[in-house]
């Protein structure tokens, strides 16, 4: 865990925690309050069954109570252009998981570029993990969500991103 912290965040800096390429080391614990709600949220629709009305209640009923509930359209869009199959993995296996999918890791790293207006390198995040055809709508998605948390006080840090340390999306 050293080896992800040599970036650590000092107080008033904006220097990133983690690393992109070592996301799988990285677990929900180091996260802020807002960055879990997205991990969560993400595995929550990724594993869902399209006919499992408790699932669907369970995630607007927490987009609800966090003030969130005008973008959840957005952020299914987002999962669905992001992540267009369902997991096999049920939601409550997978919400038991500590460690980061490159996915999850990919999507905090963009919506933080876009807090900070960083459209081009959200986008370069993104699309090594969608789709390239998936791309700009998971970004214009992921833009609504962004803009909510920033309305709410949700911050979601910036990881170090080097786009040759990740494997490339499919195309």
């Known amino acids: 865990m050293d080896s992800l912290r040599t970036l650590a965040t000092d107080q008033g800096t904006s220097r990133p925690r983690f690393s992109l390429a ?4 990285v677990s929900v614990c180091d996260l802020s309050g807002a960055e879990r709600f997205i991990v969560w949220a993400i595995r929550w629709r990724a594993s869902n069954d399209a006919a499992d009305a408790l699932a669907d209640s369970c995630l607007e009923d927490a987009f609800d109570r966090a003030g969130l ?15 267009p199959h369902a997991t096999t993995c049920r939601a409550a296996d997978r919400l038991g998981c500590w460690r980061l999918q490159p996915l999850e890791a990919h999507a905090l790293h963009a919506i933080a570029c876009l807090q900070a207006g960083l459209l081009g390198e959200a986008w370069k995040a993104l699309a090594r993990v969608c789709a390239r055809r ?9 833009e609504e969500l962004a803009s909510a948390l920033d309305r709410i006080g949700g911050r979601v840090e910036r990881w170090v991103f080097t786009p040759a340390a990740v494997e490339p999306a499919v195309a």
């Open 69 to 83: 509930s005008a973008v959840q359209p957005a952020f299914e869009r987002f999962v669905a252009a992001a992540c």
């Open 134 to 142: 998936e791309v700009g709508r998971a970004l214009l998605q992921l």
């Open 22 to 25: 070592d996301c799988r080391q």
